[in-house]
């Protein structure tokens, strides 16, 4: 028997293999845990008996796989504040932009939209954790969808969220393009055989600045850029307010109090201010303390929705029917503090590509033969990820409409990532054990998820449709 059990040790995998399988650090003690059942199972399969294991055996694994649990804990390294700073930085960025515009279309009753999808998102955040407290195998968002529902699971989770990837890049670059074009207006620059505008062109450079953070794993490594998405957050609210006080722009314009045929468009800006799932297992992963894991989403995402909820309301007023897709591009071009508001716009976005892109890459790891080397599985991932955000960059500057692709994008995609997702895999996994309350709940989530999906996306994409006919046709 004690003879088995060695040779089963010898297949458990080595600890750096395990560290780059499915997530951004390392696994936790549950990796160790899983191993102890598989040696368990693998001695009673060997001898062709019923599993009757005793304490005693176990007791000699676990001493044996000591050192492992030690290494692969050390790689969990996210403090409560690292946590929070990634979530928050995850969080903050186009969603402030547009909600100025969206509140103002949809009427200032439209907040309590703004508001509940917050909430909702929160709780989602929430059980997303208990899924992999359930599941500890886990390691990312299409691992918790494998297990809800098997292979399908998998793969309908992972489509989505490389379309939601792909389509947030997107509007992040446009949002790059539209605010470079602002602080470099009248510009000369030309690149000869480029039939690229100045502005097109300066776009090119940004991301081009940009690419190198593609290249970072360590979501502890990648939390400053959190902070610096964070500080230009910062720095666009005090702009706004800024002009609102010295710039000479009075908030007296009156906002409707709603507009219903303008809400499924506006509901996908809405919801995109939220879109960060994706990469949430991965925060608990890197947590420290997995636990505080629900206080993390209760304090970043009620600091997003204090800050979305002021500016809306702030932008709103100061600017009526003329505000903008993006606030900054609705404040007086000639002060020094719009500049400034503009140029933490344009740094924003390249703060976020890393954090998009991160999912992305480690299930790029993940598939890569165990036989390529930690350093080759860093080069394929930093190529091909240079190669992704150029596509998406020419992309971007083919279709420079903000509003209806990001209205497009968290009606399609991200209402599926925050909404509707999380508490479908949370019945499944919970389904023996869930509370009729907690059904009912979560089933209300996936419903009213479904509604402003479907309408939000017919809306969106005949706005988008509309403004590319029209554009042609001039």
Request: hydrophobic share 45%; charged share 15%.
């Amino acid at each position: 028997m004690l003879g088995k059990l060695w040779k089963s040790m010898a297949k458990l995998p080595c600890p750096e293999t395990s560290r780059l399988s499915h997530q951004v650090a390392s696994e936790t003690v549950h990796g160790a845990n899983l191993a102890l059942r598989q040696v368990k199972s693998d001695v009673c399969i060997e001898e062709n008996e019923v599993c009757k294991c005793g304490h005693g055996d176990i007791e000699d694994v676990q001493s044996m796989v000591k050192g492992k649990d030690v290494d692969q804990q050390a790689g969990a390294n996210s403090s409560f504040l690292h946590a929070v700073l990634n979530m928050s930085g995850m969080l903050i960025g186009l969603g402030q932009l547009s909600t100025p515009y969206a509140l103002e279309s949809g009427g200032w009753a439209s907040v309590f939209l703004l508001v509940g999808l917050g909430v909702i998102c929160t709780y989602t955040s929430h059980i997303l954790g208990k899924c992999l407290e359930r599941n500890p195998k886990s390691q990312s968002y299409a691992d918790i969808g494998e297990n809800a529902f098997g292979r399908k699971g998998r793969v309908l989770a992972a489509t989505i969220i490389y379309l939601e990837i792909f389509m947030a890049l997107v509007s992040y670059t446009i949002s790059l393009h539209d605010n470079l074009s602002t602080v470099f207006s009248g510009a000369q620059l030309k690149l000869p055989g480029a039939k690229l505008s100045p502005s097109q062109l300066i776009t090119v450079i940004a991301v081009l600045i940009a690419l190198p953070s593609l290249w970072l794993r360590d979501l502890s490594s990648i939390s400053f850029l959190s902070s610096g998405g964070i500080l230009m957050s910062i720095i666009i609210f005090t702009s706004v307010v800024c002009t609102a006080i010295f710039g000479g722009v009075k908030a007296n314009h009156t906002i409707p109090m709603l507009h219903m045929q303008k809400i499924p468009a506006i509901s996908g800006l809405y919801i995109f201010s939220y879109a960060g799932h994706i990469v949430f297992p991965n925060l608990y992963k890197a947590m420290k303390d997995p636990s505080k894991f629900t206080k993390v989403s209760i304090v970043s995402f009620a600091s997003v929705i204090a800050l979305y909820t002021a500016l809306a309301f702030l932008g709103a007023k100061l600017f009526g029917p003329q505000v903008k897709a993006q606030i900054t591009l609705s404040l007086p071009q000639h002060h020094f503090i719009t500049k400034i508001a503009l140029w933490a716009t344009v740094l924003t976005p390249m703060t976020k590509y890393a954090l998009e892109f991160a999912p992305f890459a480690i299930q790029l790891e993940h598939n890569l033969p165990e036989s390529v080397s930690s350093r080759m599985k860093l080069i394929i991932r930093g190529c091909v990820g240079s190669i992704l955000l150029l596509s998406i960059l020419a992309l971007a500057l083919s279709v420079p409409y903000f509003e209806h692709v990001l209205s497009l994008t968290g009606s399609l995609v991200s209402v599926c990532i925050c909404v509707i997702l999380p508490s479908a895999f949370y019945i499944k996994l919970s389904w023996p054990q869930i509370s009729r309350r907690l059904l009912i709940l979560n089933l209300s989530v996936v419903a009213f998820g479904l509604l402003l999906g479907v309408l939000g996306t017919i809306s969106s994409a005949k706005l988008l449709i509309k403004s590319l006919l029209k554009a042609h046709s001039t």
